[in-house]
């Protein structure tokens, strides 16, 4: 009977990583998908600080992590390659779940869920987009068998045009 309390104490911080209620239902990781058009392109997913954290090749599902930290949703930079097309790259970053992190844990998890065990295991986020597909672009200065080809400007879409850097020659 003296230890009645001590063993309360200890079943409740056991099961303290249990009351989120995001936690529960959501966990912890998403599976997001990629595919590209064409197959095949391999896929690289990075965190802000560059570290590579997932890779493959389209189409493929990789899990996730959704939090970043207390309170922080993930942020991820993707890139698409495939030999004869334009690198692409698009970012991928964490929205609230609002429905399981609120409600839920007002039927469930309690303060301790909203306040504690979500925002540190990060299911309180859904990464956007849960589907990433991409159209990859040829090429216009690359070859598939990985030769150079010179192009006029006129040749080259506006888009692209803009992203150029001029070249200054110093003959």
Known sequence: MKNRPLC?????????????????????????SFSSDPGGAKVSVYSPEGMLVA???????????????????AKY???????GYQKKEIWLSGDLEA???LAGNLLIG?????????????AMWTLRPK???????????????????IV????VPPELMAQATPVVSKL
Do not use: N
């Not at 911080?13 to 599976?31: D, H, N, R, S, Y």
């Not at 493959?56 to 922080?72: I, S, W």
């Not at 309690?110 to 990060?122: E, R, S």
């Not at 006029?152 to 040749?155: G, P, V, Y």
């Open 55 to 73: 890779e493959g090749k389209t189409p493929v599902v990789l899990p996730l992590k959704k939090g970043d930290g207390f309170f922080q949703a």
């Open 110 to 122: 309690g303060f301790v869920g909203w306040l504690i065990v979500d925002p540190a295991t990060g």
């Open 99 to 101: 429905g399981w992190y």
């Open 77 to 83: 930079r993707v890139t698409f390659e495939a030999p």
């Open 152 to 155: 006029l400007a006129s040749q």
């Open 8 to 32: 309360l104490v200890a079943l409740l911080f056991g099961l303290l990583p249990f009351l989120g209620c995001a936690t529960i239902v959501k966990g912890t990781e998403q599976k997001v």
């Open 131 to 149: 589907d990433v597909i991409t159209k990859m672009d040829p090429s216009l200065s690359q070859a598939e068998d990985g030769s150079l080809h």
